[in-house]
């Protein structure tokens, strides 16, 4: 039996420990130790595909195993870091519950995902991971410019506005390098050059930034890629 078939599935099980380990810790009031275990799960989610790739061993059931670990790390965990954060503010106690919508529409996208072909090469929705990294800052804005993320009612806004994130039809580049060159690379290479910007100036506060700026470097690229669809059809 070939070992490095389950070198993948090893890693996709390693982010499902990230994110079951992180829930312990969001349980036990550890929200540094939560995103930490963010952090780590995107490193295994970004090694199991490119080890799957890399040794040629992709599966059916790697795609599903990625997407159940994804569930639990990218949508259950970061529900409950915001169900803590709007637990500690003076809102009443079940407006907390609404925290929740991020599982349930992580859930619908992961499995709108897995049925949707048109989805190789970008995205259509806010990916799980990157909706998780921007949950999980919010606790690092406190005494900064954007702590106003984390009043009451704009995290409340912010379970909303997410969630709708997740399954709308907004296309998202995803980083897969099309070529060596600056053509066909823009918003990738704008968007690297801003996160690195932001992280070096602003460390974990940045994140929120960088996820404004995908967001906003996309809807450029869809409204760029729809005015270059117009134009081949008048010609």
């Known amino acids: 039996m070939s070992i490095k078939k389950h070198i993948p599935n090893f890693l996709t099980c390693c982010n499902l420990l990230c994110g079951c380990i992180g829930i312990y810790y969001i349980q036990r009031g550890s929200f540094i130790g939560a995103a930490y275990l963010i952090y780590a799960a995107l490193i295994f989610d970004f090694l199991d595909g490119f080890v799957a790739r890399l040794l040629h061993v992709s599966s059916p059931i790697g795609k599903e195993l ?8 990218f949508g259950v965990l970061p529900s409950f870091i915001l169900f803590k954060l709007i637990g500690e503010t003076e809102l009443p106690s079940y407006i907390a519950f609404f925290a929740f919508l991020i599982a349930i529409f992580s859930a619908l996208r992961l499995a709108k995902f897995n049925i949707d072909d048109r989805q190789q090469t970008d995205f259509i929705g ?42 709308s039809p907004l296309r998202m580049f995803s980083l897969k390098v099309k070529s060596g060159g600056w053509k066909g690379n ?13 992280l070096i100036f602003f460390k974990q506060a940045g994140i929120p930034l960088i996820i404004f700026a995908y967001l906003l470097l996309s809807l450029i690229s869809q409204r760029n890629h729809r005015g270059n669809e117009a134009g081949s059809e008048t010609f």
């Open 126 to 167: 806010l990916p799980t991971p990157a909706n998780a990294l921007f949950i999980s800052s919010l606790f690092f804005l406190k005494g900064t410019t954007l702590e106003v993320l984390t009043h009451a009612w704009v995290l409340v806004a912010i379970a909303f506005i997410f969630s709708f994130l997740l399954v």
């Open 66 to 73: 990625d997407s159940l670990a994804d569930m639990v790390t």
């Open 186 to 198: 823009e918003m990738r290479i704008i968007f690297l050059l801003i996160s690195i910007l932001c």
